[in-house]
Nanobody, 126 residues
Framework: QVQLVESGGGLVQPGGSLRLSCGAS????????IGWFRQAPGKEREGVIC????????HYADSVQGRFTISTDNAKNTVYLQMNNLRPEDTAVYYC???????????????????WGQGTQVTVSS
């Protein structure tokens, strides 16, 4: 059974850091495109950062470049989202997603993904 499970969300002050984890089961993440998405109340879901399956390159939303990074631990079949210098506008439910075939910067578009986690809440507030 294919499953993605996020963890690590919580409440953090502006300027703080959080690391989200996304553990996969039922498939090997290192052969898949992986994306992190977020959805704030009243807004559409948006791509934050991703690794494409075609070339392994990382793509970023402009709003997080220089602050967020993505990494994988293939031995643990887990992908991480490191978020630094968090801002109140980063508040959202964060989701990880995976798919076998998402090329280039298309990995920032949620329509390409078949597998999704349940989401974890990140709140940035003083």
């Amino acid at each position: 059974q294919v499953q993605l499970v996020e963890s690590g969300g919580g409440l953090v002050q502006p300027g703080g850091s959080l690391r989200l984890s996304c553990g996969a089961s039922g498939f090997a993440l290192d052969y898949y495109a992986i994306g992190w998405f977020r959805q704030a109340p009243g807004k559409e879901r948006e791509g934050v950062i991703c690794i494409s399956s075609s070339d392994g390159n990382t793509h970023y939303a402009d709003s997080v470049q220089g602050r967020f990074t993505i990494s994988t631990d293939n031995a643990k079949n887990t992908v991480y989202l490191q978020m630094n210098n968090l801002r109140p506008e980063d508040t959202a439910v964060y989701y990880c997603a995976a798919d076998q075939n998402v090329a280039g910067s298309s990995c920032l578009s949620d329509g390409w993904y078949d597998y999704w986690g349940q989401g974890t809440q990140v709140t940035v507030s003083s």
